[in-house]
C-alpha cells in the first residue's frame, strides 16, 4: 500500500481521541510484513502499537499517534473531513496533517529502506497511541513507556512525527517543548439581590483585580530555547441567568505554557500566592500535563540536519515554541528527540490538508536518517 492509499485510508477512519477506532487494524499488517514484531498495549481508554525490527544495537523509534481532534461544523468543510479527498497535490482531511500522513511517510520509508539494506546492530521501532489529542483520564503513554522500560526497552533517538514546519517543509525542527499546566479556579464570593450592593459579594468585581494582576505578572524570562512562561485565561462563567441577581460563585479555567526557567511548583506557589495576597476566598485544582524537555546532546539532532539538508538542499530552524507533544514522555526512556513533520498551517482547523509532496519529501528525509544512523 503506498502513500498516497495508505493516508487516504487512515483519514477515512473517524478516529476521535481517545479511539483509534480500527488504524491499528490496518497499519499492524503492514508492519508484520515488513518484519516487524509488534505488540497491543491497551490501559484505561487508550490503546497503543509498539513494533520493532531488529534484534540488537542502538534503536530509532517514529513516535506519533492515530487519534485526532474532532471536525467542528462539518457543513463548514470544503471536503468531507473524513473523505481523503486530493485536489492540487494536497489530501484534505482530519489528522492528514496532524498526523496520520506522517505516519504513513515514516512507514514507506522503513519499508523502502529494508527493501534495499539489511539492519546490522541497529533498530528500527514505530510507537503509536491512540490518546495524543485527549485528556490524562484516558491515558498518555507515560504508562506504556515504564512498562517498556521495566522489560529492558531502550530508545536512544526517538523522532516524533508532529507537525513542525512553518512555511515550507522541514524548515522548523523541535529539540523540546514548553511544559503544560492547567487550573480550574473558583471565586466564592456572596449572592444576592443586586439593589443591595452591601449584601453582596460579586465575584465578577473580584476577578478583576485578579486578570490585572496576572495579565502584567512576569512569570520568568525564557532563555536561549524557549520563549517566557506564558499564562492564558480559556474558560470564565458566572451568573444565574437571572438580571437581578449577583451571583455567589466565578469559576475560570486557565493554562501556564512553561520554559525551563520554572517549575510547575513554583507557577503553583506563585498563583497561589496572589490569590491570597488579594484576600480572595476560593477553591482551586491543577492538572500537570506535561513538564518542559530539552534534547541537550547534540548528536541525533546533527543527523536529523544533515538529512535535511541532504534532501532539501537547506538547514532548518530550531523552534521550541507550540503545545506539548508525547516527546515529553520520552524524556524518561534518556531518548534524544527530535520532531520533525510537515506544515503545521492548518491542524486543528476546518478543511485540514497536506501536501502530497511534502509527504514524499519527508518520506526522503527520514530514509537519509535511517542511513547515517543504521549504517
Known amino acids: 500500500m ?14 476521535i481521541s481517545p479511539n483509534d477506532a480500527g488504524c491499528f487494524d490496518v497499519i499492524e499488517p503492514i ?8 505488540k497491543r498495549i491497551s ?30 461544523p462539518e457543513e463548514l468543510w470544503t471536503h468531507p473531513p473524513f473523505s481523503g479527498e486530493i485536489h492540487d497535490d494536497h489530501i484534505y482531511g482530519r489528522g492528514a496533517a496532524d498526523m496520520k500522513g506522517n505516519v504513513c511517510a515514516f512507514i514507506e520509508a522503513a519499508d523502502i529502506f529494508l527493501k534495499n539494506n539489511s539492519l546490522n546492530n541497529f533498530r528500527i ?45 522541514a524548515d522548523t525542527i523541535r529539540i523540546g517543548r514548553r ?14 439581590h443586586i439593589a443591595y450592593p452591601d449584601k453582596v459579594i460579586n465575584p465578577i468585581f473580584l476577578v478583576s483585580d485578579l486578570i490585572h494582576t496576572l495579565k502584567n505578572k512576569k512569570w520568568d524570562s525564557g532563555n536561549e530555547h524557549f520563549q517566557p ?34 517549575t510547575s511548583d513554583q507557577l503553583i506557589s506563585q498563583f497561589e500566592q496572589i490569590l491570597n495576597d488579594l484576600n480572595l476566598k476560593y477553591e482551586l485544582s491543577w492538572s500537570l500535563s506535561g513538564n518542559p524537555f530539552l534534547t541537550t546532546k547534540d548528536f541525533f539532532i546533527n543527523q536529523v540536519i544533515a538529512s535535511i539538508n541532504q534532501i532539501t538542499g537547506h538547514e532548518p530552524v530550531i523552534n521550541n515554541g507550540g503545545g506539548t507533544s508525547d516527546g515529553r514522555f520520552m524524556a ?35 530514509i537519509e536518517l535511517i542511513k547515517r544512523l543504521a549504517t
Do not use: W
Request: glycine letters at 10%; charged letters at 25%.
Open 31 to 38: 508492519l508484520r510484513n515488513m518484519g516487524f514484531e509488534s
Open 125 to 169: 521501532a514505530i510507537l503509536l497511541t491512540s490518546n495524543e489529542e485527549g485528556t490524562p483520564e484516558d491515558g498518555f503513554i507515560d504508562e506504556l513507556l515504564v512498562q517498556l522500560k521495566e522489560q529492558g526497552e531502550k530508545i536512544e533517538y526517538c523522532l516524533v512525527g508532529e507537525p513542525s514546519s512553518s512555511r515550507k517543509v
Open 43 to 72: 490501559y484505561k481508554n487508550v490503546e497503543n502499537l509498539f513494533a520493532v525490527i531488529g534484534s540488537d544495537g542502538p534503536t530509532l523509534c517514529f513516535l506519533g499517534h492515530t487519534d485526532v481532534v474532532p471536525t467542528g
Open 2 to 15: 503506498n502513500l498516497e492509499t495508505l493516508t487516504k485510508k487512515l483519514i477515512n477512519i473517524e478516529s
Open 332 to 366: 524518561a526512556m534518556d531518548s534524544e528527540i527530535v520532531e520533525l513533520g510537515p506544515l503545521n498551517d492548518s491542524i486543528h482547523k476546518i478543511d485540514e490538508n497536506v501536501s502530497l509532496n511534502d509527504l514524499k519529501t519527508l518520506r526522503d528525509i527520514y
Open 229 to 262: 512562561t506564558a499564562f492564558q485565561i480559556s474558560n470564565m462563567n458566572s451568573g444565574t441567568g437571572a438580571g437581578n441577581i449577583v451571583p455567589g460563585e466565578l469559576a475560570m479555567d486557565f493554562n501556564f505554557r512553561f520554559c525551563s526557567e520554572s
Open 179 to 192: 511544559g503544560s499546566l492547567s487550573g480550574s479556579l473558583k471565586l466564592i464570593g456572596k449572592q444576592g
